[in-house]
């Protein structure tokens, strides 16, 4: 069984990548016509891509991604205002299992007062109070505020980074059960679930896996020789 200092050094470690690929990609468009749902989907497709699989000790971590068409057969409509759904799910040798859900909408810092927020904002909230966010696309990275502060300009709240809200999730210091993905199905068929119940259009899932309920790697079975 894993220690707390090494479940904290596998946190540690997802939300330092996390930003780092966070900011490239960011930064990268930051200057082009890259459309916010666009990005986001670029955003969680280099996540995916650069850590997928990550074992650290007696840890395991899975990182999945999934996409459905803006339009067009198989899109989703929009039913909470969030560009992005975020799975956190810990899986721990004690079978005491977590599974949480984040919702967040994208803009770009010269976009942030979008007359569409506010009811997106109101959306997201209907479904989670506690776990909604606003991600604010800028020159050098994200910044995540909490949805209910954010239109409110009294608000002293400070924002937290992607690879933070992340960390934080597993931590169990953030998200809200009442949307996490059903972890008695197979995990690419809970995205797909909790997407098409949202509809949301990019999906990414981060998820922790102790000891013997680590992912063990496929192998094929060697045919047997005919004589």
């Not at 899109?75 to 967040?104: F, H, N, Q, T, W």
């Amino acid at each position: 069984m894993a220690t707390d200092e090494e479940k904290e050094h596998v946190f540690q470690a997802i939300e330092q990548a996390v930003d780092a690929i966070v900011s490239e990609v960011v930064e990268g468009h930051y200057e082009a016509l890259t459309q916010e749902p666009q990005l986001t989907s670029k955003i969680a497709g280099a996540i995916e891509h650069t850590i997928k699989k990550m074992d650290v000790g007696d840890l395991n971590v899975q990182v999945e991604v999934r996409d459905f068409p803006a339009q067009g057969r198989g899109a989703l409509e929009g039913k909470v205002g969030a560009d992005v759904y975020i799975s956190v799910a810990v899986i721990p040798e004690d079978r005491k299992d977590v599974s949480k859900g984040m919702l967040a909408q994208a803009k770009w810092d010269h976009s942030a007062k979008d007359p569409k927020l506010p009811e997106q904002i109101g959306k997201m909230m209907e479904r989670s109070e506690s776990s909604s966010y606003v991600w604010v696309y800028g020159p050098n990275g994200v910044t995540c505020y909490p949805a209910g502060d954010y239109l409110n300009p009294h608000s002293e709240g400070g924002g937290q980074s992607v690879g933070s809200l992340i960390a934080n999730g597993l931590r169990c210091e953030e998200g809200d059960r009442r949307i996490g993905r059903d972890l008695t199905k197979p995990l690419i068929t809970s995205l797909n679930e909790v997407m098409e119940e949202l509809g949301v259009q990019t999906a990414v899932s981060f998820t922790v896996r102790e000891g013997s309920r680590r992912l063990r790697p496929y192998r094929r079975r060697r045919r047997k020789r005919l004589e």
